[in-house]
């Protein structure tokens, strides 16, 4: 019994001497604190005096020995570097988002540092379109993206473009900044593409851009797939349907021209825009050659009227129904920004357009029904020549159209 009291009264010492000892250079508590054993100090550090130790925001720099974070070859590195002092276990997973599926690649621990080499990941992640890692410490959690060089050119007759800039805009860093915070300074945003990786606390498109992906995909025997930046290079006259996923906010002048030339000059052509967030902004695409190194966020909006698109509604659809249709909001990636910023703007459905300002347009299934007394159809069709540009004018029911046959049915009849 005497041992045992012994023992307990020099545990608690040696633990009242690490507690007072902290960030404290009185040479005798200095030579105490030097008397504990290193390994017994970083384990304290760890659990008891982790509030004195730990740092109130955690900071990760991630960075590639490749130029492109979203071309990243089979043989290129991811470095992450952490602000933490004290060495408490930090949780990462490495996610690759397939045509069926978000699937997990690597499992791990780390402590303060840590190097992923992508020949490492599960192979079954080879063919994944993009990535997410998560990071959770004692601070929370921190998500980053990035991709293989995955693009796919099978000649085929269909074209997904994936919205690179809005990886670079909305998941820009993880405190938060970018183009809808730098435009109160009236300054643009301005974001590298070379060995940056879009970061954020929270999930923003990614989950709702790799639904748009595979509600797409399922109806095409294949497909070719490019970034957003690679359309300045390419010659789209071999397509038949070019097909734009929820979120492409941000796309160029330049690029925008070239879609719509695409309409006017082919024959049968069609354009799919998914949800009522596409081609809103500018943002300009910057080369060394053909490489992007640069996503420039002016904060200008594009001239829809120009391009003969409806605009979108801003204020008078709130708490706009679709019978029958689940609120995505509520029950499908609940946790991520766009669907807690739906559900703060009571808005269901999504961002929704005015469908009635186009000209040379039709509109079909006018089911969604707002608050206002607004009736707002499910589709829009609008004509050049032989050829459609087909709109979906609300954000969720244009990713889950598979869910409401009659949709489906009448945007497949165009794509055929």
């Not at 470095?79 to 276990?89: A, D, E, G, R």
């Not at 608050?371 to 954000?395: E, H, R, W």
């Amino acid at each position: 019994m005497k041992r045992i009291f012994v023992f307990f009264l020099i545990t608690i010492i040696v633990i009242l001497i690490g507690y007072f000892s902290v960030g404290n250079n009185v040479p005798i508590l200095k030579s105490l604190k030097n008397a504990i054993p290193k390994e017994f100090k970083n384990k304290l550090k760890s659990t008891i005096f982790l509030n004195r130790y730990k740092q109130d925001n955690s900071v990760y720099i991630i960075r590639s020995n490749s130029p492109n974070s979203f071309e990243l070859e089979n043989n290129a590195k991811i470095y992450i570097y952490s602000n933490l002092l004290i060495k408490t276990p930090i949780k990462l997973d490495i996610y690759g988002y397939n045509l069926s599926d978000k699937i997990n690649c690597l499992n791990t621990e780390f402590k303060h540092n840590y190097l992923i080499e992508i020949k490492k990941l599960d192979e079954k992640c080879n063919k994944s379109f993009y990535f997410q890692g998560k990071i959770k410490d004692y601070n929370g959690e921190q998500y980053f993206y990035f991709a293989l060089n995955n693009k796919i050119k099978n000649n085929s007759k269909n074209l997904i473009v994936l919205p690179v800039a809005t990886f670079f805009d909305y998941s820009s860093n993880a405190w938060g900044i970018s183009n809808a915070t730098t435009k109160l300074n009236l300054i643009p945003f301005v974001k590298n593409s070379n060995s940056n990786f879009p970061t954020s606390k929270m999930i923003k498109w990614s989950e709702h851009t790799h639904d748009s992906i595979k509600n797409i995909a399922i109806h095409l025997d294949k497909f070719d797939f490019v970034y957003d930046y690679d359309l300045e290079f390419i010659n789209l006259n071999s397509y038949k349907n070019l097909f734009f996923l929820a979120h492409q906010e941000s796309i160029p002048e330049s690029t925008l021209a070239k879609i719509f030339q695409f309409l006017k000059n082919g024959s049968n052509k069609n354009v799919l825009s998914v949800g009522a967030g596409n081609f809103l902004r500018i943002v300009n695409f910057k080369f060394i050659g053909d490489k992007i190194v640069q996503f420039q966020f002016p904060d200008t909006r594009i001239n829809r009227a120009k391009y003969n698109l409806n605009p979108q509604a801003d204020y008078d659809t709130f708490n706009c129904k679709l019978e029958n249709f689940f609120s995505t909001a509520d029950k499908i990636h609940i946790n991520s920004a766009v669907s807690i910023r739906q559900r703060e703007l009571n808005r269901p459905l999504g961002e929704i357009l005015h469908p009635y300002e186009s000209s040379n347009s039709e509109h079909y299934f006018e089911d969604i029904i707002c608050d206002t007394g607004i009736k707002v159809p499910l589709l829009t069709i609008t004509k050049y020549d032989s050829s459609n540009f087909i709109q979906v004018n609300a954000d969720n029911v244009g990713i889950y159209f598979n869910d409401i046959p009659k949709l489906r049915n009448k945007i497949l009849e165009f794509l055929k």
